[in-house]
């Protein structure tokens, strides 16, 4: 008994005498104390030597002495939680935690920059819907039904038309925007047309099913076909600098006569030749031309009276030139790598 007690006494002095520093010493001291086949459980399996009416009062010194290690044990615990979090608030050497920024995809970048070197000309921003009836997109546009040049525009159709129903498509360009506001407005007119457009193509590096473009429209009486010229040459000048080159060359579209497609110098090789411009020195990026009487007609507008010029561009062949991006599919795969090189444009 008096043994028992020497022994008790020596391993309170050791508790009290224990320095904790890490988690790992905490488990270690849990593990020699309080463990299952610690020493406190360890002294009082000694209680059934002790003598009967002995039980009582070594019975409430093993307790104290259960008290005591638990207590020290807790003490330890809550020490240690302490520093660890004080350490870990006022450690300034630690890295930050980096805030991932999105990044603006290349085509939204091109398409804005588009957008407000026309607006800073005069023209306003129209849009509208991407699921359009055959008369906006085509009838309107002076593409009667069996008109060869649809075929121009592979279409995907929602709906086959009837007699009394029209057929309803995708946009196969933004002109069916300028259609809708030709109908609802009235001379002068200035407005572009940036939005996806569909054709059903197959999709390969140089051709997708969608892409984007960017329209315009000016009507006003007196507009001349210098009056387009100039705008576009301002347009791609402001795009790709002083120094870029334009030609002009005579071309056919239903909506438009004379009609032309623009081509610049190109902008990968400057002209020297290269894969992008087929060796020649230019690349074509839009379609142009005066709009045609009979789309002015269809909506009301005298085309005695009132002239206007029309474009459309593809902001794929834009974002192409300046980024010198070569596969169209790269635009629609959502690869990060390719996303994240556009953050600082
Ligand atoms: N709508 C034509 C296209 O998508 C482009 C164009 C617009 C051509 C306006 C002339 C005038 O190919």
Same mark, same amino acid.
């Given at each position: 008994?008096? #043994? ?27 593990? /020699?104390?309080?463990?299952? /086949? ?16 002995? /039980? ?71 849009? +509208? ?23 121009? #525009? ?58 984007? #473009? ?27 600098? /002083? ?45 142009? +031309? ?56």
């Amino acid at each position: 008994m008096e #043994q028992l007690l020497q022994q008790i006494e020596s391993i309170k002095a050791e508790i009290t005498a224990a320095v904790i520093t890490s988690q790992d010493e905490l488990e270690q001291f849990r593990i /020699k104390y309080l463990g299952t /086949k610690g020493l406190v459980k360890q002294i009082m399996g000694e209680m059934k030597n002790v003598p009967n009416e002995q /039980k009582k009062e070594f019975g409430q010194i093993l307790n104290a002495f259960k008290i005591h290690a638990e207590t020290a044990f807790e003490g330890f615990q809550a020490a240690l939680g302490d520093t660890e979090t004080t350490d870990h608030s006022i450690d300034f050497s630690m890295p930050g935690d980096p805030t991932t920024v999105g990044t603006r995809h290349p085509l939204n970048l091109v398409r804005n920059q588009m957008v407000s070197i026309f607006k800073r000309l005069g023209f306003a921003v129209a849009e +509208g819907p991407e699921i359009e009836d055959d008369w906006h997109n085509f009838g309107a546009m002076n593409l009667p039904e069996d008109h060869p040049a649809r075929d121009m #525009q592979d279409t995907f159709y929602v709906k086959e038309g009837s007699e009394n129903q029209s057929a309803w498509l995708l946009r196969t360009h933004t002109s069916s925007v300028q259609a809708r506001v030709m109908e609802t407005q009235k001379p002068p007119i200035r407005v572009i047309c940036p939005g996806r457009v569909y054709r059903n193509e197959t999709i390969s590096a140089r051709a997708h099913c969608f892409f984007h #473009q960017v329209e315009g429209l000016y009507i006003d009486e007196n507009v001349s076909f210098a009056d387009l010229k100039q705008t576009l040459y301002f347009f791609v000048q402001e795009m790709f600098g /002083k120094e870029v080159k334009v030609r002009f060359r005579p071309s056919y579209f239903p909506f438009t006569e004379p009609s032309a497609e623009m081509d610049i110098s190109c902008q990968i090789c400057s002209g020297k030749g290269c894969n992008i411009c087929k060796h020649t020195g230019w690349v074509e990026i839009l379609g142009s +031309g005066m709009v045609h009487p009979k789309v002015l007609e269809n909506f009301g507008i005298d085309p005695e009276k009132y002239t206007g010029f029309a474009f459309g561009m593809g902001v794929e062949r834009i974002a192409q030139l300046k980024y010198q991006v070569n596969d169209l599919r790269l635009y629609s795969q959502n690869d990060l790598r390719f996303l994240q090189q556009f953050k600082s444009v």
